[in-house]
């Protein structure tokens, strides 16, 4: 896992461009439920290359952000060139930090590559008291009608030995499992709140070839089957009349309270 997660430094600039954004209303239940006020000074963790950095500080707070990637960094100072962001290259489980200095750490499709254990004990000595953690990441979701393109696509995965892990198809939106055991479990939250989105995107199968490319298991495949992979996409999607495909999205906000 640790060199899966370092793959995306190497497409910094391709997961800048096909990587989606959040929804507007993400922010604004992170606001709502983590009590926050102008000018608050928040952590993210792995900011990449600010897709989750810019809405907050547009909507008026201080950013700190700690990035493994060195050029993933670079570009995020290049997006966000003027606005309040402070940006460290480096772990965040070796980050020094600054105990009790902030209101808000979060970690947007970041969260899951970090020890848990170590995450939620360092995430809990960063924060104010009373202030709070938030979790989401961006996945793909497979709502009642969606895209037939998936199911067909898998014939392809299964071929090259890449076959999906779980049961065919993936549970709907509200019934993937959230993390709100997991953050209370780990004695240093409480009073967690969860809200889900879901939205919609289309791809043609050049966009949707790109933003495959920013994905650490797609990265890490061998030449020969990403060829075969995207011109199994490129021929399903030449028979389609518009030549796009539909794909979901999910993102599980969670927002919990620093104990005591």
């Known amino acids: 896992m640790t060199e899966l ?13 096909a990587r989606p954004s959040y929804p507007d209303g993400l922010y ?13 000074r928040l952590l993210e963790i792995g900011c990449g290359t600010g897709k989750a950095t810019r809405p907050v ?9 700690v990035e493994l990637g060195g050029q993933l960094a670079a570009r995020a100072r290049r997006n966000l060139a003027g606005l309040d ?8 489980e070796e980050w020094a930090g ?9 970690a947007a499709t970041a969260w899951h590559w970090l020890d848990p254990t170590l995450a939620y004990r360092k995430a809990h000595g960063l924060l104010l008291p009373g202030g709070h953690l938030a979790i989401w990441s961006a996945g793909h979701a497979f709502p009642a009608g969606f895209d037939p393109f998936f199911t067909e696509i898998q014939a392809v995965y ?4 890449e076959s999906y892990p779980g049961e065919w198809p993936p549970p709907p939106p509200d019934a993937v499992p959230d993390l709100r055991a997991e953050i209370e479990a780990s004695g240093r939250f409480e009073a967690v709140e969860i809200r889900r989105h879901v939205w919609e995107r289309r791809y043609t199968a050049d966009e949707y070839i790109a933003l495959l490319d920013t994905f650490s298991g797609h990265i890490a495949m061998d030449a020969r089957k990403r060829r075969r992979l995207d011109d199994a996409i490129r021929d399903l999607l030449a028979s389609r009349a518009d030549g796009t495909l539909r794909r979901h999205w999910l993102a599980i906000l969670h927002v919990a309270r620093r104990s005591a």
Not at 85 to 92: D, M, Q, W
Not at 98 to 106: A, K, R, S
């Open 158 to 161: 299964d071929e090259l030995g």
């Open 28 to 40: 604004d239940d992170l606001v709502e439920l983590a009590g926050l006020e102008p000018g608050a």
């Open 85 to 92: 962001a402070e940006i460290h290259v480096g772990a965040f």
């Open 5 to 17: 997660k370092r793959t995306f430094d190497a497409v910094a600039d391709r997961y800048d461009a």
């Open 98 to 106: 600054e105990p009790g200095g902030f209101d808000l750490v979060y």
């Open 57 to 65: 500080l547009e909507r008026g707070f201080r950013v700190v952000c």
